[in-house]
C-alpha cells in the first residue's frame, strides 16, 4: 500500500512514520513536510492512502491566518490534488470539540476543515478526535506539560473521553484505519477508542 503522510516530523507525524516503516504492508511511504507541501504534488505520486497529522497552535503561527493555513488549508488543498490522483482513503488527526458552528476559533477550523475533507468524493474518510497528546514535543509547551502532568496523575478518575492520550495511541488507531477502512464512507475515531 502506498501512503502519502503530511506532516511526518511532528509529535504524532514522527510516530506514525515509525510505525508505518515497521509494517511491511505499507511498501511506499512518501513524507512531505510543510515546505514541500506548499508546492503541488510530485508528478509521478499516487497513493492509494493519505495521512495527515498537521497541526499548529495560533501561538506558534503567529496569526489566525497562518493557522488557518497549516490546519485548514493546506490539508483540503493536498487532498483534492490526491483524490485526483486515484487516493481513496484520507486519514487525518483533527480535534476533541471540532464544530464548524463552533465559537473558539480552533475548534470551529478543525470543523470547517472536517466538513471540506468529507465533502470531496473520498471512499473513505477517517478522521481522530484526540484529547491531550502525550509525547516528547521537539519544543515543550508549559501549560500543555502541567495540564499533562495533572491528567496522567488524575487518569482513574478522568473518563476515557478526556483522558489524555499518548501520540503512540493515536498513531497506532492511524494504521489501524488505514489497514482496515471499514465499510463506512465516514469514520470518526473518538478519544476514548485510543486511550489505553
Known sequence: MEILLLGGSGLVGSELLRQLQADRTFTKIIALGRAELASPLPPGLYPETVMCCLGTTINDAGSQEAFREVDHHIPIR??????????????????????????????????????????????????????LLLGDRKKPRTGEKIAATLMTLCKPLIPKKWQAVHVSQVAKAMVQAALHPGLESVRVIENAEMVQ
Open 78 to 131: 493536498i487532498a483534492r490534488e490526491a483524490r485526483r490522483k486515484g487516493a481513496r482513503h484520507f486519514v487525518v488527526v483533527s480535534a476533541m470539540g471540532a464544530d464548524p458552528t463552533s465559537r473558539i476559533f480552533y475548534n470551529r477550523v478543525k470543523g470547517e476543515m472536517e466538513a471540506e475533507l468529507q465533502a470531496l468524493g473520498y471512499p473513505h474518510v477517517t478522521i481522530l478526535h484526540p484529547s
